[in-house]
């Protein structure tokens, strides 16, 4: 057995309509100056930074070799 709802029975469909409508005017309000925002408080730091090159994979082919040599050092031999 199954309750068959439709959308005209939802109680709250006034309170939703208000609620969207509120929004949709405060985001007008917000952005009807005509600036866009990006959400950075100060962006100057990026301004000297480079997007990573084709060779990044190098770095990570370090790191791991790094991590495994230091592995291999610090785990005791077993002597037999």
């Known amino acids: 057995m199954g309750i068959i709802v ?3 029975d939802n109680k709250n469909a006034d309170l ?3 609620i969207s409508a509120d929004l949709r005017a ?5 952005f009807d100056d005509g600036e866009v925002t990006d ?3 100060d962006s100057e730091y ?3 930074t480079t997007k990573t090159n084709r060779f ?10 790094a991590i495994i040599s230091l592995v ?3 785990t005791p031999a077993s002597r037999g």
């Open 39 to 41: 959400f950075a408080s």
């Open 6 to 8: 439709n959308k005209e």
């Open 16 to 18: 939703e309509r208000r």
């Open 56 to 65: 990044a994979w190098v770095w990570v082919v370090l790191i791991v070799l």
């Open 46 to 48: 990026i301004r000297e």
């Open 72 to 74: 291999i050092i610090f």
């Open 26 to 30: 405060k985001a007008v309000e917000t």
